[in-house]
């Protein structure tokens, strides 16, 4: 026998097929273990807290230009600052004391929006990060189904050429 039909040639096609399968199995294999991305969260999580980069603070009202400041004589000035001296610093006292209160109010409300601000950072972050592992875990469960998939399709193709070859 001669040319396609010489035993010799059909010996070297079949292993020269042989060759090409085992390669292509070689690759795919190596392609089914693949890391394509299931192991990664996106983007990684940090330990870090963000923080404002100015504090809170009161409007500062701007001031008016002070104008000329009267002149009163001392004659008039000193039986004036005897007689209103009480009822001033008991008025004085009196919106002292309401600033004092009010100011206090307001470091305790400052306080707790920020430890409340801290909280729902922290619960946002863990929330976060179980959603993140969750479909990390939906992505690994996909892919690695995919992969038994691939792995058996590959054992399916091999055994047909083998059927098929011999």
Same mark, same amino acid.
């Given at each position: 026998?001669?040319?396609?039909?010489?035993?010799?040639?059909?010996?070297?096609?079949?292993?020269?097929?042989?060759?090409?399968?085992?390669?292509?199995?070689?690759?795919?294999?190596?392609?089914?273990?693949?890391?394509?991305?299931?192991?990664?969260?996106?983007?990684?999580?940090?330990? #870090? +807290?963000? !923080?404002?980069? *100015?504090?809170? $603070?009161?409007? &500062?009202?701007?001031?008016? @230009?002070?104008? /000329?400041?009267? %002149?009163?004589?001392?004659?008039?000035?000193?039986?004036?600052?005897?007689?209103?001296?009480?009822?001033?610093?008991?008025?004085?006292?009196?919106?002292?004391?309401?600033?004092?209160?009010?100011?206090?109010?307001?470091?305790?409300?400052?306080?707790?929006?920020?430890?409340?601000?801290?909280? #729902? +950072?922290? !619960?946002?972050? *863990?929330?976060? $990060?179980?959603? &993140?592992?969750?479909?990390? @875990?939906?992505? /690994?469960?996909? %892919?690695?189904?995919?992969?038994?998939?691939?792995?058996?399709?590959?054992?399916?193709?091999?055994?047909?050429?083998?059927?098929?070859?011999?």
């Amino acid at each position: 026998m001669t040319g396609a039909a010489d035993l010799g040639q059909i010996d070297l096609e079949q292993s020269s097929s042989a060759k090409q399968v085992q390669q292509a199995k070689a690759q795919s294999a190596k392609d089914i273990n693949k890391d394509y991305g299931e192991n990664n969260i996106f983007p990684s999580p940090s330990n #870090e +807290i963000l !923080k404002a980069k *100015k504090q809170l $603070t009161i409007n &500062q009202v701007p001031a008016a @230009k002070a104008g /000329k400041a009267p %002149v009163v004589p001392s004659e008039i000035a000193a039986p004036l600052n005897q007689s209103l001296s009480p009822v001033l610093k008991e008025r004085i006292g009196s919106e002292q004391q309401k600033y004092i209160v009010g100011k206090n109010k307001f470091d305790k409300d400052t306080a707790k929006a920020r430890a409340d601000a801290d909280k #729902e +950072i922290a !619960k946002q972050n *863990k929330e976060t $990060t179980q959603k &993140q592992l969750q479909e990390q @875990k939906l992505a /690994k469960s996909e %892919v690695t189904t995919a992969k038994q998939e691939w792995q058996n399709e590959l054992k399916t193709a091999e055994k047909q050429f083998q059927e098929q070859s011999f």
